[in-house]
């Protein structure tokens, strides 16, 4: 496939589309709002769903599958939580031919089932703590839709927690967002920030939300995971009691975490360049291709014969893929691959053979060198190695050199355009302050971050909010997002 | 969980809902129809997917995702189509607060919507053939619902391929029954009869569906998979075209095929007893539970500390989990993994562990040894084959003392209820002569099977057929469905 992507400089949201056209990892579907994931794309979410599925497992977290449809009565059982998610419903009124006596709702997000559900099967300490993820689809009406990043469908997973005490809740929420912590930057190779998300931003029914923060190549942030501690506030709507080891009956404690196929489109728009996507060697579906290149017949043969051999000495570590195509050349073949993000590229020619070498090159930097055919697993493990660290550091950089501090409204006004990038500043504003701050900036506050060490502000205990001026030691940090 | 279960003599449809509650496998859904798959339940189903999707896989086939909701003008494009769904839809008619200008269907099969993008992706013989798979969520409006073997919303994976040639349709239909027939009987221990439905029964759209069917304990018939060849039917309907080598245009050829959540209910009543679920060990997410017997504390160090060595030991090899719970006795804990099916027990006392020996106890049988602890994994791995083979031969054997011969049509009303199984005869009526079948009797012709050998037919090569009387060398099988 031969497209024509558009360079990053010209048209950012173009460059993004014409990516995944060209990777074959998406297309629109007749729906509006909705797309198709199609193979390349889904053989790299299966590859991010079988290291996040790992590592729920690890953490004590079971598997299980609760309905699309839900009660609209359900919904409305938690103030915050409708008030939320009513304006982004799907409405199932009709099904077998007939008008529902109640329209159901396709599951935006699933506290409200998932917590009728918990009622039957909690009944005392002894059933807790509760610790079951899904894997599913859900249906949120966007308005306005861009491939992987906002859909009106998409495919998450989505953890729901029941512990006897707030404190285990508080801890489940911190260890989840440590999991997508480490596995966006340990396998997508992407620095978050992590953190607390203000008032305003919190999951309409949460008492607290965490959230992972990435900056993209255009310098926006993109809220890649989050999770929330939802106090008892679902317990209490679907009346979700249990005995302590004392007698005494008391509400559950909860929280729920996710990612989505989301992070598909923060993983394009880290580390694709203007040639196409690049995807790190750790979730790779194909992480080495090997190109064979012949003119005679007698050199195809010969070629091959080799090109199959290292192939399968190869898949016994790495997961490569051998482009026999007859009717494609080497160049067209280069292309192809680059377009669709293989981090290594192995080239095999008559003169490789005769010296007993391949030509390696790598997608993210391009450099190209040989390497002897003997011990070549070993050097392309460590040259993935090598990809996978410099995709982490090239993106860190990109986010270090686009962090400033702020310390006045009028800075930050002046520069979230131009040169835009993660403000960093201290807050002590109300909702109706960070309202007045996204209307006149449109940015927002991403997060209070965890930890400052990294950041402009790490010597500062203390400073003055950037809005209203009164000493405050909250820091936060300030960007336009997606 | 100590869950009372009803004898399958007693009621054998009660039985089945107390297999499964007692088990823990599923639970009823607020809405009607859904359920919710538990985690004891869903980690079969993964278990059922790996093995299921590697073989996908070994047969060239890649995942991807299509979306849920489906324009309801697509489901009218194929006329035989939409008479078989439209009355099972459910319909979503307002999206983010607005009714809709065209109704949604939720996706009750994929059909339509991958063959209205497979008509963009799909342009020349280079394009074939495309071998897609997906694992998703369905919905079809039933009437009368079961815990897995018949609800509203149900989770499957149905394949969609396209071909150049109807003969490589034809032998891709036939390549995936197979996968199926392997997967039932050598992974699930559960014999089949593969074979074509008649023209009544097939798939709404298709040219020909292939079937696999089962005896249930009840001796009634349960479709466990089915697979269709499409020909060019759903490429007519939605313009799908390729151009050959030759530089002819052509309509593309097509298959579709699927397995569901149904094959959960198959395994229940394939295998389980009047005590619980059985499970077969190649699919058991717990293959071996190990229960430590101790009564003074200084037993319950020496016990505990031997059985967790041991656990490791067959961690290496096996799926094992240690009860170690310290509310529950022994008895209670014999109880509780038998009803949940776990193939294998090992007990380990005070006694066992002065004669360094371990007890095991089988699932399908009950019966008792005792094995040394040295060699121990192979013991146990060799006794989990044992246990598959058993329950297959005991599954087939119950089909065979229930497969009986009838030459007359009175001979089957005479038996069907009474003894009731599975009614082999020669059959040449057409589709009124099966509706009055059906009518009269309320089984159904289940299938015309590939293979007669081990049939009560196998050595007639024709006979006349049992309502029409005329001679046919068509042979059927007849039985009550599920």
Redesign the interface.
Known sequence: MDYKITPRAEDYSRWYNDVIMAAQLA?Y???KG??????N???L??NMQRALDDMFKATGH??????????ES?LKKEAEHVEGF????????????KKLEE??V?RPTSET?IW??YK??IMSY?DLPLL?NQW??V?R???RTRLFLRT??F?WQEGHTAHATAEEAEAEARRMLGVYTTFAEDWMAMPVIAGVKTEKEKFAGAVRTYTIEAMMQDKRALQAGTSHNLGQNFARAFDVTFLDDKGTRDFVWATSWGVSTRLIGALIMTHSDDRGFVLPPKLAPTQVVIVPIYRKEAERTAVLKAAARLRVELKERLRVHLDDRD?YTPGYKFHDWEQKGVPLRLELGPRDLQNEQVVLVRRDTGAKQTAPQAGLADACAALLDDIQQALYDRALTLRRENSFTVSSYDELKARIDEPGGFFWAYWNGATEDEVRLQEETKATIRCLPFEADESPLKDSLEGTCLLTGAPTSQRVVIAKGY
């Open positions: 297309d579907a007749p729906v909705c797309m198709v994931i199609r193979p794309g889904f053989a979410w299966e079971q598997n299980a599958y609760f309905p699309l449809l839900i009660p359900f009513a304006p982004e419903c799907a409405m199932v009124t009709h099904g077998g031919g329209p159901l396709i089932i009728s559900m039957n099967w002894r079951i599913c689809n249906i009406w966007e308005m009106t469908e495919l009717q």
